[in-house]
């Protein structure tokens, strides 16, 4: 398949020194009943054989290269910007899809033509093992804002979403080293349902070192971060307004304490009294400030 401009579907792959997986996943994407579509690798200045290997796909692929490391929300951003199709799929170069994936998603977007953005089941591979996912990950369909307030909800390799829907609330925040997805998915989901197709159209990988959210510590305070933006903004409404501020509390108080047990005190006493200074409309900017001393500091 030659590298042309296309109306279906830019599939978008950001990869950092893992040669072997993304070139599973890009067959996997070649691979698809679909045929419609643009693949855009992503690689975020890879030091190993990236991107010699990728050369093997030839125009089949576009390859974007960062010369200086730039994190995953950058590497997706770079492929947005240069998507061509209507629709946005990402795919993480140590996951890899079904064959029917594209295709189905493709189908529920023409049956359902209101829809903005839809995700997959998967089957979740730990350690070289099939694993069934716990009851809190199971996936919700529809309005999913106040389940995802919690936790991640959505698989960033199981989505497919309009590509103007990213224009309309902003692409990946690339402050965040992790959480990112969380950031953007309740961007979403405050404003418009994210369904669930209730297939098994992807394979995820887990445990392995060389994942950010098996490396970073300390992912609560990006949540945490991701909801104060969110009432900030004021657009949430009364209610939802109330479940925003409900968990912000709970998450606050266990990663306060947390920083207090580890002899963060100051650290510790800030986010114990975060929810006070927002109902005292301290701006997000003197929180943002503070937090992202926090992230150069450790």
């Given at each position: ?6 109306t279906g ?9 893992r ?7 890009v ?5 698809q ?15 190993d ?13 576009k ?11 950058a590497?997706r951003?770079?492929?947005i910007?240069?998507?061509k ?7 993480d170069?140590?996951d ?19 829809a ?9 591979i730990r ?14 369909s ?26 309309e609330?902003g ?7 992790v959480?990112e ?34 490396r970073l510590?300390?992912m ?12 900030e ?6 209610e939802?307004?109330r ?32 929810v ?13 400030y ?7 500091e450790?």
């Amino acid at each position: 398949m030659a590298y042309v401009v296309m109306t279906g579907v830019s599939v978008i792959i950001p990869t950092h020194n893992r040669s072997e997986k993304v070139c599973r996943a890009v067959r996997s994407v070649l691979d698809q009943t679909y045929s419609d579509y643009e693949i855009i690798v992503i690689d975020d200045a890879s030091n190993d054989d990236t991107v010699n290997r990728l050369e093997e796909f030839g125009e089949s692929i576009k390859v974007i290269i960062h010369e200086k490391t730039m994190g995953v929300s950058a590497s997706r951003n770079s492929g947005i910007k240069e998507a061509k199709g209507n629709y946005i799929a990402f795919l993480d170069s140590d996951d890899y899809w079904l064959p029917a994936k594209l295709e189905i998603q493709v189908g529920f977007f023409r049956d359902k033509p209101g829809a903005l953005i839809c995700q997959t089941n998967e089957i979740w591979i730990r350690n070289g093992r099939r694993v069934n996912p716990a009851k809190k990950h199971r996936k919700p369909s529809g309005d999913i804002f106040v389940p995802s307030l919690k936790l991640c909800l959505v698989s960033p390799s199981a989505v497919m979403m309009k590509k103007s829907l990213l224009y309309e609330v902003g692409m990946f925040d690339e402050e965040y080293p992790v959480c990112e997805d969380y950031d953007l998915w309740l961007r979403i989901s405050c404003k418009y349902p994210v369904y669930l197709i209730d297939k098994d159209l992807l394979v995820k990988e887990g445990g392995a070192s060389d994942q950010l959210s098996t490396r970073l510590k300390g992912m609560d305070r990006f949540r945490i971060s991701s909801m104060v933006k969110l009432l900030e903004r004021e657009i949430l409404g009364e209610e939802r307004e109330r479940e925003v501020f409900k968990e912000l509390d709970k998450k606050c108080r266990i990663y306060g304490e947390g920083c207090i047990k580890r002899g963060k005190m100051e650290e510790g006493e800030y986010y114990l009294n975060l929810v006070k200074k927002l109902n005292n409309h301290e701006t997000h900017e003197q929180f943002i400030y503070h937090e992202t001393h926090e992230i150069h500091e450790k």
